[in-house]
């Protein structure tokens, strides 16, 4: 089946600092890369969607700036988190496509700012 | 646009409970519906889905009927086990749109 890593599992960073998430596609080539992330106990919240070779696009009321996607391969989508603060840590999950609508999940990245 | 609403948890039962988590939906055209299961500390792993009314999605024993007449996706297990414990999310893509759309999730406890 499909299989989507995420690296790190999880990642404590100093406030200021930044961070990278990697989103990998293990098995097959993602034309398509989504970003989410996830407070405690609620719902996904879809950040930005990436298509390999292009800039990606960003949900209203994220900031461009501070989310920085590259989806620089079609196995392959970072998100670095830049000038992190307390209120950024939360749980980032990335998904993966190819042509069809079906999207596979990442385990997640845990990060805490500290 | 398009949205997704589940029951509000918890949803608290004992071991070899029926299980109920409802789902209903609004969308334009024909979505595809999914249900997906988050454990604690985890991603996120499709459960099933259906791609048309009357499909019957299932899997390790949960299965979801889509029920175009009611704009329904209500997720049921016979006899639920102490490891189902998780979050359930219920979802939907129109065809043809790339955009997952989540319900806000509901939690599962099951007790032995």
């Known amino acids: 089946g499909a299989v989507v890593s995420q690296h790190p599992s999880w990642v404590i960073c100093k406030s200021g600092t930044s961070v990278k998430i990697e989103c990998r596609s293990l098995?097959?080539?993602?034309?398509?890369m989504f970003w989410y992330r996830q407070f405690p106990k609620q719902s996904l919240m879809l950040m930005a969607t990436?298509?390999?070779?292009?800039?990606?696009?960003?949900e209203q009321g994220v900031e461009k700036d501070k989310f920085l996607i590259n989806h620089a391969s079609l196995t392959l989508s970072t998100l670095t988190v830049t000038s992190a603060h307390p209120e950024d840590s939360s749980f980032y999950i990335c998904?993966?496509?190819?042509?069809?609508?079906?999207?596979?999940f990442g385990p997640g990245t845990r990060l805490t700012v500290t | 646009g398009d949205s997704v609403t589940q029951m509000e948890g918890p949803v608290t039962l004992s071991e070899e409970a029926f299980l109920t988590i409802n789902c209903t939906y609004t969308a334009t055209g024909y979505p595809s519906l999914f249900w997906y299961v988050q454990y604690p500390g985890e991603g996120l792993q499709l459960l099933l889905k259906a791609t048309k009314a009357d499909d019957k999605g299932s899997n390790k024993g949960f299965e979801a009927t889509y029920r175009k007449e009611t704009t329904s996706f209500h997720l049921e297990k016979g006899s639920v086990q102490v490891s189902d414990s998780a979050v359930y999310f219920c979802a939907l893509v129109n065809t043809g749109f790339q955009k997952l759309v989540f319900g806000t999730g509901t939690r599962l406890l099951v007790s032995p």
């Open positions: 998904s993966a496509k190819e042509d069809s609508y079906e999207q596979y």
């Open positions: 990436s298509n390999e070779g292009s800039k990606a696009t960003y």
């Open positions: 098995d097959f080539q993602a034309t398509t």
